[in-house]
């Protein structure tokens, strides 16, 4: 029914740059929020940064100001911008979407949805 599939995963040096991409595709009436999760090897899925809809992105302290989460409606998309990029930061980075993917009269049917995973690996 819905896919999300995430993209712009790789290896790069300590004070580099990546953009990830995330697009969802299948039955959807609208997207309510997209985000981002990250997972290291040993620890917790954290949140990295995400976008209500009509709302402001929020994110995590230790991205702020040097990762910068958007949104492309009409392709339903959503970018994660990374700069300034750590060590601390190599992780398996998940998108995931809250999607009504049908209505009825006043009811809406809401999922969540994520996607496969994309690993980013930071090298000193």
């Given at each position: 029914q819905v896919q999300l599939v995430e993209s712009?995963?790789?290896?790069?040096?300590?004070?580099g740059s990546l953009r990830l991409s995330c697009a969802a595709s299948g039955r959807i009436?609208?997207?309510?929020?997209?985000?981002?999760?990250r997972q290291a090897p040993g620890n917790e899925?954290?949140?990295?940064a995400v976008t209500t809809s009509g709302g402001s992105p929020n994110y995590a302290d230790s991205v702020k100001g040097r990762f910068t989460i958007s949104r492309d409606n009409t392709k339903n998309t959503v970018y994660l911008q990374m700069n300034s990029l750590k060590c601390e930061d190599t992780a398996v980075y998940y998108c995931n979407a809250l999607i009504t993917t049908e209505t009825m009269g006043r009811f809406r049917y809401n999922a969540n949805y994520w996607g496969q995973g994309t690993q980013v690996t930071i090298s000193s």
């Open positions: 712009g995963g790789g290896l790069v040096q300590a004070g009436f609208s997207i309510n929020t997209m985000g981002w999760y899925r954290e949140l990295v």
